[in-house]
């Protein structure tokens, strides 16, 4: 299976059957080596400014990546004036989960399409991670990895588990 990096105009093979479907703790594994420039176990993720457009023009996604999008970004780079609603492309990225603890911080935001003055929901759902460092827990890195994908349908509503319990499937696809 061929996957290209569109960065580095470069071609990367993996073995047959094989997928780069990350958990959030090996995003962070990766995030750690390209924050402390230790060597990546491959190129897989790429470097790209993911606010610069919508997210189905960003490059990547194929099958062999499980239909995500990977990329590192540098933070500074760009300064947002509502870090919970991000300007990109022809709409923004509005945070619906933030920093939720893993090993680094994770926030979900979902995208929406700037439609004349008014903005549409769309499915596209990004997980931005950055690291705290333990010796200054509130100060992030200016480096985060993100995880960009289209949910393929929403749920309805309030719905009863099978024991009983209740969830809110609003927020499955934001999670």
């Known amino acids: 299976m061929e996957i290209v990096n569109h960065a580095k105009e470069k071609t990367i093979t993996l073995p047959v059957g094989v997928r780069f479907d990350p958990t959030d703790d090996i995003l962070v594994y990766y995030l750690r080596k390209k924050v402390l420039a230790q060597p990546?176990?491959?190129?897989?993720?790429?470097?790209?400014?993911?606010?610069?457009?919508?997210?189905?023009k960003l490059p990547g996604g194929e099958k062999h990546l499980n239909w995500q999008k990977f990329f590192f970004y540098n933070t500074e780079a760009r300064v947002f004036e509502n870090p919970d609603k991000r300007t990109a492309g022809n709409g923004q990225w509005r945070a619906v989960e933030k920093d939720q603890d893993l090993i680094g911080k994770r926030n979900t935001l979902v995208f929406w399409e700037a439609k004349g003055k008014r903005f549409t929901e769309t499915k596209w759902v990004m997980h931005e991670f950055r690291l705290a460092p333990i010796s200054n827990p509130s100060?992030?890195?200016?480096?985060?990895?993100?995880?960009?994908?289209?949910?393929e349908k929403k749920i309805g509503k309030k719905s009863k588990g099978s024991r009983g319990e209740t969830s809110n499937s609003n927020n499955v696809g934001r999670a």
């Open 139 to 151: 100060q992030m890195t200016i480096w985060a990895v993100y995880r960009i994908f289209e949910m």
């Open 40 to 56: 990546l176990p491959n190129t897989l993720i790429q470097d790209y400014d993911v606010f610069q457009t919508e997210p189905w």
